[in-house]
């Protein structure tokens, strides 16, 4: 079987890596991991939990010599530097200036295309020109690239979250943004039917949880998450606003009265049910939060894979003229 050899930059608990494992096997190909990075210790210890690989840490800190030849590049580089949640400093945050580590790294190695993924404010940040940078870099690195933003509630995920997602290629194709629909998950279906008094919400959380939610949005009999935001104001949906590393605890509760278990934050995120629970709560709080949505991911892989890379693995045929016959010959 064909294999496509990918790194996993800025890796955190393998969120690319389950999508590119499931959107090559899709297509007929093998993956084979051969670099890992992240400079969370503790996600790296999940990592190699799940996939049996070391990850490398600081990233800065690596030649790009030194990584192994891949054919494609994923990074969900750090995000914090361009989040609403924190001071968006873009560039002058020294977490911005990761994403130059993955131009290096393209620029020495070339592989075949590239997935990068971010908050969906990196598209407005300094009036939108750091994205311009980063684009005008990847394209003077000799690649086709495209951008947008998709929100998880689209790709089956009972999760609004929206990421944008940046893709490369080497060929002269067009990249297909043009997505199957696929229903939402309900939120029933993510949520554990018992869970320990551990996560219930103090009677004091939860009371003022009733008196602030609007009362129409939980008339009917499903579930909800009920979402408090940075100015006090709850709202009930049949889904989950967007998972955050550092939020308080209390500000996403499941029909207003407790938290999370770790089991439902990664499966909003799209995490199967073998990948083993390593940490604390609050260590998988925080890994859910940094992740990024895994249907997500997989589609846009599936497409790159599908329209812009699978065909420099088909055998190439060339013509060779002999007396008054034309052979065709094929080279892999």
């Known amino acids: 079987m064909k294999r ?7 890796c955190g608990i393998g969120g690319f890596h389950y999508a590119i494992e499931d959107a090559a096997r899709r297509l007929g190909f093998e993956t084979e991991c051969v670099f890992a990075s992240d400079i969370d210790k503790e996600a790296s210890v999940a990592y190699n939990e799940n996939f049996g690989i070391d990850s490398h840490s600081d990233i800065t800190k690596i030649d790009a010599k030194d990584i192994p030849p891949h ?15 924190g001071a968006r400093k873009g560039f002058d945050d020294t977490r911005g200036t990761l994403f130059f580590d993955i131009a290096r790294i393209l620029k020495e190695k070339q592989p075949k295309g590239f997935v990068l993924e971010n908050v969906k404010q990196l598209r407005g940040h300094d009036g939108g020109r750091t994205l311009v940078v980063i684009l005008d870099t990847l394209k003077e690195l000799g690649y086709q690239v495209e951008y947008k ?10 999760q609004k979250r929206e990421r944008i997602f940046i893709v490369g290629w080497k060929s002269t194709l067009k990249f297909d943004w043009e997505f199957d629909e696929v ?7 993510v949520l554990e039917k018992k869970v320990d008094n551990f996560y219930y919400a103090s009677e004091k959380i939860v009371a003022s949880r009733m008196l602030n939610v609007k009362a129409a949005q939980i008339e009917h009999n499903r579930p909800t998450i009920w979402h408090q935001n940075k100015s006090g104001n709850i709202s009930a949906h ?3 606003c967007a998972l955050r590393a550092g939020a308080s605890y209390n500000y996403l509760l499941v029909n207003g009265v407790r938290r999370m278990t770790e089991r439902e934050m990664l499966r909003l ?15 998988i709080r925080r890994f859910a939060g940094n992740s990024l949505p895994i249907p997500t991911a997989n589609a846009v892989i ?3 894979i599908d329209k812009n890379i699978k065909k420099s693995y088909e055998p190439k045929t060339t013509k060779v003229a002999t007396s ?3 052979h065709t010959t094929v080279s892999t």
């Open 149 to 158: 933003v998709l929100n998880a509630k689209d790709f089956g995920l009972p």
């Open 269 to 283: 995120q799209g995490f199967p049910e073998h990948f083993k629970i390593t940490h604390t709560y609050a260590t």
């Open 183 to 189: 229903k939402m998950t309900p939120l029933s279906k």
């Open 238 to 240: 049949e889904y989950s």
């Open 4 to 10: 496509i050899k990918f790194i996993d930059l800025f």
């Open 71 to 85: 054919d494609i590049l994923l990074a969900g580089f750090p995000c914090q530097a361009f989040s609403i949640i």
């Open 324 to 326: 008054n016959k034309v």
């Open 302 to 304: 599936y497409m790159l």
